[in-house]
């Protein structure tokens, strides 16, 4: 007896159309895709994947990478400790969220990483990475959706600490 296999289409919830930059020590969240409400079911995939450039001022700068749900940060990788790029590396990153439960009471179970590999020797420079223990509650009903998205902030401001996304898609399937 033959299977039906059955392969739900991908959504793209939104593309970043331009650059976004952080340089504070505030959280500057990154384009985000917006779910209708009651928009998704348990197994569904959220997929937040991009690549941008970053410089530093010197060493022993940090930054960080958060997961937001609506606003909120859920998941973090961290202080992530930075060498001293005076010229642009590049770094990219990826967030996969697994629905675990749908409704008011909904749930997404986070894992994550954001790495940069230095262009001219190929070597890792940093990596942060997140896995969620536990999925986070999320109200999949609310009337305006749910946003998810993720965020950058450094450890301290400086005019010469960048961080710009120049790509970005937010995706379910």
Not at 52 to 78: P, W
Not at 104 to 125: I, Q, R
Request: hydrophobic share 40%.
């Amino acid at each position: 007896m033959a299977t039906t296999q059955i392969i739900k289409p991908v959504t793209v919830l939104s593309k970043l159309t331009t650059s976004e930059t952080c340089t504070t020590v505030a959280e500057t969240a990154i384009g985000s895709g917006t779910l209708v409400p009651n928009g998704v079911n348990v197994g569904d995939y959220i997929t937040i994947s991009g690549r941008g450039y970053f410089r530093t001022n010197g060493g022993s700068q940090t930054v960080e990478m958060t997961v937001l749900i609506d606003g909120t940060s859920v998941a973090t990788t961290g202080a992530v400790t930075l060498q001293n790029i005076s010229t642009a590396e590049t770094f990219e990153y990826e967030v996969i969220a697994r629905v675990t439960a749908v409704g008011a009471s909904g749930g997404l179970l986070v894992s994550a990483k954001v790495v940069s590999v230095k262009e001219t020797s190929g070597t890792v420079d940093w990596t942060g990475e997140i896995t969620d223990s536990a999925a986070d509650t999320v109200d999949f009903t609310s009337t305006n959706g749910v946003t998810v998205g993720v965020g950058f902030l450094w450890g301290a401001a400086h005019a010469s600490n960048t961080l710009t996304v120049t790509h970005q898609m937010v995706t379910i399937c």
